[in-house]
Every structure is written in structure tokens, then in C-alpha cells.
């Protein structure tokens, strides 16, 4: 007859310990951008903030962008600007590919003087930008000096935007041009920006 164990237990599989309620506390159920779209400068770096819930969680993203061309980004979040252009950079949750979020990253030129040009009066001059620009801030007074030839030095009685093309810039002289020719224009400052917040950096324009 086969023998018979005596005394002899199945041994149990151990059982996981059920999470903490600060564990459960710090499990993400989502997370989403602090903004929807990005304007960034070719040449800038930039950090994206996300919020995860619930308050207080956390957790390790995995970034990826839609065309490294214009923008690359690094596994911190870290985002530069490569090249003109709009591209989509995407979070997702590394524990949870479903938890997922992504934001439009703009990316423009650095804003340059292109061309000058004189109405036919001859007492306003058309600045000519390569990117949409904002208001000039107040001290443009300062950073801009229109020099001339006959007269040294030209004064400036007004500075607006043309309001059918936000590239141009026109400034208004206290005199007349005779010869276009014979001005210079020299800027140095930072009242000129783009719409984007782009820097026009200095020029002498002749």
C-alpha cells in the first residue's frame, strides 16, 4: 500500500503587502500641462511645468517630440529650440502609458531689421522687421538715434506700429529727410521685441 505523509503542510505563497496610505496617496491618476501652447526663440531651453493629481503625487515622464528638427527634448523635460517651426511635445506617465499629455511648442527667428524705406514727405521712416513685433517699450526714445548728414542729429517725435502689418515700425521726425541716403540708424537697448518676446539685437543701419 503507498505510504502516507504524515505531518506535512503545503507552504503558502506570500501574500504583498497592501500599499501604505501614503503610498495610495502619491499614486498618480493623471497630470496635465500648466499651459497649452509654448513660444520659444530658436536658441532657447525651456522647462515645462506639469500638475499631477492628486496633490501631492508624482511620477517619472517619458518625453518625446514630433519632429526633433525644431525642437529636441530630453528625458528631465528639457525642451531647446532648434529651428523655426511648431511641433507637439508629449508626456507620458512611465508606470502608466495611459496617462498621457502633450503641449504646441512655437518656435521662431530672433527678430532682425530688414529694411528701412521713407514716405514721400519725408518725415517718417518705415522699419521694417522679419518678425511680428509688439509696442515698442518707452525707452526706444533712447535706444534708437536717427543721424544725418546736414542735420547731426534727428529728433524722433513719435514711434508706432503700422496697423496693417505688425513687422513694420514707423518713426516720426521732428524734420524733414532730404537725402535718404545720408541717414544712419543706430539701436542699442532692449525696447524692441517680437510678439514672442524675441530680442532685436543691435544695429546700424546705413
Not at 11 to 24: C, D, G, V
Not at 107 to 134: H, I, R
Request: charged share 20%; glycine share 6%.
Amino acid at each position: 500500500a503507498p505510504r502516507q505523509a504524515h505531518g506535512l503542510k503545503r507552504r503558502k505563497s506570500p501574500r504583498a503587502n497592501p500599499p501604505s496610505p501614503a503610498e495610495i496617496k502619491n499614486i498618480v491618476d493623471g497630470f496635465s500641462f500648466n499651459t497649452r501652447k509654448i513660444y520659444l526663440i530658436v536658441g532657447e531651453e525651456y522647462y515645462p511645468e506639469v500638475t499631477f493629481s492628486p496633490v501631492g503625487a508624482s511620477a517619472d515622464l517619458i518625453w518625446t517630440s514630433s519632429n526633433t528638427d525644431v525642437v529636441d527634448v530630453y528625458g528631465s523635460g528639457k525642451i531647446v529650440a532648434k529651428k523655426a517651426g511648431s511641433v507637439a511635445v508629449t508626456a507620458t506617465c512611465i508606470n502608466n502609458a495611459a496617462l498621457t499629455d502633450r503641449v504646441v511648442v512655437v518656435v521662431t527667428e530672433a527678430p532682425v531689421l530688414e529694411t528701412v524705406t521713407m514716405n514721400n514727405l519725408g518725415n517718417q521712416l518705415y522699419l521694417q522687421f522679419s518678425e511680428d513685433m509688439s509696442e515698442p517699450a518707452p525707452t526706444i526714445f533712447t535706444d534708437l538715434i536717427v543721424y544725418g548728414k546736414d542735420i547731426p542729429l534727428y529728433s524722433i517725435v513719435n514711434i508706432s506700429m503700422w496697423p496693417l502689418d505688425n513687422k513694420r515700425i514707423i518713426l516720426t521726425l521732428g524734420t524733414y529727410i532730404d537725402n535718404p541716403n545720408d541717414i544712419r540708424i543706430v539701436y542699442k537697448g532692449n525696447s524692441l521685441t517680437s510678439i514672442y518676446g524675441g530680442a532685436v539685437p543691435s544695429f546700424d543701419f546705413s
